[in-house]
């Protein structure tokens, strides 16, 4: 599906994104759903490769930058000026800041993390619903939004989220039955 570009085909990515994520996830037994990754060296250049020892940890990244959308727009829309990425953070250094998310969630228990993710896909989508097509996707419709369109901000924390945790889900799903 290519990108979203209207309110409507936002909405819709996002909710078929999160299906076919929940789908594959329902579709697997509970020994790998709670298995530990194996990918193996080298097998992906980017740091998440390593830094997600299992589902749990795909579930509550996912979930952690549903967080941040929702308090950055938040936050704006209530007048407090916050950038997206929380201090000391920033686009060159963001997979620090995946690393305290996933520390922060080693304790959280893997159906915590299924029901998490659930409640802040509802929330997100109620967000994107409020508001109007131009205020998503017309450029600097919000001076907070910098160079970019909120609904740009809303693609990257839903379906296109969604598409990197199943393209992981799909390598576990290889090297489990291995």
């Not at 789908?23 to 020994?31: K, Q, T, V």
């Not at 924390?157 to 799909?170: C, P």
Request: hydrophobic fraction near 35%; aromatic fraction near 12%; glycine fraction near 6%.
């Amino acid at each position: 599906m290519p990108r979203p570009t209207t309110k409507p085909d936002l909405i819709k990515s996002a909710n078929e994104q999160f299906e076919k994520l929940r789908n594959m996830i329902d579709s697997m037994p509970e020994d790998e759903q709670n298995a530990i990754f194996n990918f193996g060296e080298g097998y992906g250049a980017e740091a998440h490769w390593a830094r997600d020892k299992n589902l749990r940890d795909v579930l509550v990244h996912l979930y952690e930058w549903h967080r941040l959308l929702l308090d950055w727009v938040n936050a704006n829309q209530s007048g407090e000026a916050k950038p997206f990425l929380p201090a000391p953070y920033n686009w060159k250094t963001y997979g620090d800041m995946n690393v305290e998310f996933w520390k922060k969630h080693q304790s959280t228990p893997y159906d915590n993390a299924k029901k998490m993710l659930l409640d802040s896909h509802r929330k997100v989508i109620a967000l994107i619903d409020g508001f109007t097509n131009e205020a998503l996707f017309e450029k600097k419709h919000f001076s907070w939004t910098g160079t970019s369109t909120l609904g740009s901000y809303c693609v990257s924390a839903t379906s296109g989220h969604y598409e990197w945790a199943m393209k992981k889900i799909k390598a576990h799903k290889k090297t489990f039955s291995v």
